[in-house]
């Protein structure tokens, strides 16, 4: 079926497998594996959503198949996705669901389950789930139908629990910050959280009207939040996705820092502190060779999964570390939080302005990132690039161009049609001609 991707279920809302008979079936799916044991015990499952239109059908399709095998629904309504691994086990639920796209357009929607610790489902329980909505799943006696109902102060017990990461003591008075909530899941939460530890907040991308999700803001839009930066006179800007997991950080001039120069940050001053678990940081393939170069200056480590929160977290887990992340700006620390959580991330960043005394220019250029270059090449349906005779040459070829000087890096989305090129070199004309040449073989295969 193929139903999982790298992070859950996504695609575009009503077309394909993103409609609500999947999410019926889904719910279905989900709420018998989590109540195999056939107790009469109470079973719960917690939802939140981001903005999106879609989200509305989703919910309740997903509502109306978990209740059909039993479970009792509590609905969070819009919450950053970190909130519902945060609720899942606070409100002792079997599981949790975010519906969210996270930082694609408001046409495509998502799933992601969390399990009853709060972490997300890994791919052997996922696995299991879709096999099961191939099969005829036993549903609940009418006696035996679960409730729902609507958890109305969700967004304030996940505030509660963000300001408690930040220092005691320490406020953000004087500070003046520009967060952009690119019309999602965090529009209220984060101006709240912001205000509330005493920052003068400039909010931005706080109007979702079902469709304008991620529109020209957030974090894969920097230049919004940039120029509000510099139009107020900001100190700081704090740029989110739609669901908020991941973020951006803006200086005063409204540059921007991306997950690896955050990473490298916390990494460096936890170390100091003796907080960095393992002396390991956990980033992907996808993180710059300056943070290699740096963590290793400094006598830590680097320990590098596939592309994925989810697979940053299993390895944190795994080895004991507490802080991992991606370049895209998903920043997991696990002292605090289940999954990448930006506002989390961006309030620990401006702990470091206050704590320190400097302006965010000095405290997001850890390193000096090697030249690197990325570039997407969509593909269409039925279509498998990355076998084409063509494009493994391609590929073979800039490995050895690259071979001592930089590296390649060939990958498929896992949540869309994507075919991503990326490759590191201090010689910006190889570089650019690597990255052009494998690029163009894909188009051509396709």
Not at 84 to 101: C, H, N, Y
Not at 157 to 173: A, I
Not at 194 to 213: F, H, K, M, Q, S
Not at 415 to 436: F, G, H, N, S, Y
């Amino acid at each position: 079926m193929g139903l999982f991707g790298t992070d859950g279920v996504r695609g575009r809302a009503n077309e394909g497998k993103m409609t609500a008979e999947m999410a019926l079936k889904l719910g279905a799916a989900v709420g018998r594996y989590f109540r195999r044991d056939g107790s009469n015990a109470v079973h719960r499952v917690v939802i939140g959503k981001d903005t999106r239109l879609s989200g509305y059908m989703l919910e309740n399709a997903l509502t109306a198949g978990l209740t059909s095998t039993g479970m009792n629904v509590l609905l969070l309504s819009p919450v950053p996705t970190p909130a519902v691994g945060m609720l899942t086990p606070s409100m002792r639920a079997d599981l949790g669901i975010m519906i969210s796209a996270s930082h694609n357009p408001a046409e495509d929607n998502g799933i992601k389950l969390f399990g009853p610790d709060g972490f997300k489902l890994s791919d052997a329980v996922e696995a299991e789930i879709e096999a099961m909505m191939e099969t005829e799943i036993p549903l609940a006696p009418a006696a035996g139908i679960g409730r729902a109902k609507h958890v109305y102060d969700g967004r304030f017990r996940y505030n509660e629990r963000v300001k408690s990461t930040f220092p005691h003591g320490m406020r953000l008075d004087g500070l003046k910050v520009v967060v952009d909530c690119a019309n999602g899941a965090a529009y209220r939460t984060a101006p709240e959280v912001l205000w509330e530890l005493g920052a003068t907040v400039i909010p931005i991308g706080t109007a979702p009207d079902g469709n304008n999700i991620n529109r020209n803001c957030g974090s894969t839009h920097t230049d919004t939040a940039a120029q509000a930066v510099v139009a107020h006179g900001a100190d700081l800007g704090i740029s989110l996705d739609g669901d908020a997991d991941r973020v951006m950080i803006l200086d005063a001039d409204g540059r921007v820092a991306d997950g690896d120069q955050l990473m490298a940050l916390f990494a460096a001053r936890w170390a100091d502190e003796g907080r960095l678990r393992g002396n390991t940081l956990v980033a992907t393939v996808m993180s710059n060779l300056g943070l290699e170069r740096f963590l290793l200056g400094r006598g830590l480590h680097l320990h590098r999964t596939s592309v994925g929160d989810r697979y940053v977290v299993e390895a944190m887990r795994k080895g004991g570390y507490n802080l991992g992340g991606e370049q895209s700006g998903h920043i997991v620390m696990t002292d605090y939080a289940t999954t990448g959580d930006g506002l989390i991330a961006g309030l620990q960043f401006a702990a470091e302005m206050v704590r320190t005394g400097r302006p965010a220019a000095d405290l997001m250029s850890s390193f000096d990132p090697v030249p690197q270059r990325l570039e997407n090449v969509r593909y269409g349906a039925g279509a498998t690039p990355l076998i084409a005779p063509e494009v493994i040459a391609a590929i073979a070829e800039g490995e050895a161009a690259l071979a001592g000087k930089g590296r390649l890096l060939i990958r498929a989305s896992g949540t869309e049609p994507l075919i991503r090129v990326m490759a590191e070199c201090e010689d910006d004309a190889l570089l650019q001609q690597v990255v052009d040449d494998v690029a163009a073989a894909v188009r051509a295969s396709t």
